[in-house]
């Protein structure tokens, strides 16, 4: 079964800690991307990958780092500089960058 | 400057009863329009690409049609079943995606 899986589904952390969410993808998909969903809100793409060993910074990359060492995995973290990281956070893949982008189940990240 | 813009913002209908939800998009330099479902608490669904001005796709009660300025999802006879947020979203040349905020749709039985 081909998709794309995010763990863990819930995350909490305290102020001040940095966190890892992952992302794995076994569709072959050269990009991947985060995106954060905040209530009431659309999606906002925080970076992409278009292929591996490559990334750039969204709209909103402050406080976020990521790395792409293998095709399959895009794992994102949420560093303590990030002011306001409570946040559904969605990851995606596309078979290359412009194409319909399938989305993992995503991650609540709650920060207190 | 909004890319693409979505309405309504929510929309309830009684089960069976048709509608159409509309996608606004910036013209210039449009590659491919795109529709999604998301339930609460879980990601987009990808339902249609749609390319060109004329363009249909059709799944279920679902029809996504591509005019030269905007996109209809119309929804026929729809179920309780059909209750989500339906996301539209845009890709532009230099691969630039845009996602609208979405059309909140609840379907009463």
């Known amino acids: 079964d081909g998709g794309i899986t995010q763990s863990p589904k819930y995350l909490f952390r305290k102020e001040g800690q940095n966190v890892t969410l992952s992302c794995e993808q076994n569709l072959n998909h050269d990009a991947m991307y985060w995106y954060r969903q905040d209530p009431g809100q659309g999606l906002r793409l925080i970076y992409y990958?278009?292929?591996?060993?490559?990334?750039q910074k969204g709209d909103i990359a402050e406080g976020y780092s990521v790395s792409r060492e293998k095709k399959e995995s895009f794992p994102l973290t949420v560093t303590s500089a990030q002011k306001n990281p409570t946040a559904f956070y969605l990851c995606?893949?596309?078979?290359?960058?412009?194409?319909?982008?399938?989305f993992g189940p995503g991650t609540r990240l709650t920060v207190t | 400057e909004d890319q693409v813009t979505q309405s309504p913002e929510a929309l309830r209908l009684q089960e069976g009863e048709s509608s159409s939800l509309n996608c606004s998009y910036t013209?210039?330099?449009?590659?491919?329009l795109f529709w999604y479902r998301q339930d609460p608490g879980k990601g987009p669904e990808f339902l249609f690409t749609l390319y060109s001005a004329g363009e249909e796709k059709e799944k279920e009660r679902l029809k996504a049609t591509l005019t030269k300025k905007e996109s209809f999802l119309h929804i026929t006879a729809p179920k309780p079943e059909d209750s989500a947020t339906y996301l539209c979203a845009a890709v532009y040349n230099f691969n630039k995606f845009y996602f609208g905020s979405g059309t909140k749709l609840n379907v009463k039985p």
């Open positions: 990958s278009q292929i591996v060993n490559d990334f």
């Open positions: 995606a893949s596309s078979i290359s960058m412009g194409d319909e982008q399938y």
């Open positions: 013209v210039s330099g449009l590659r491919g």
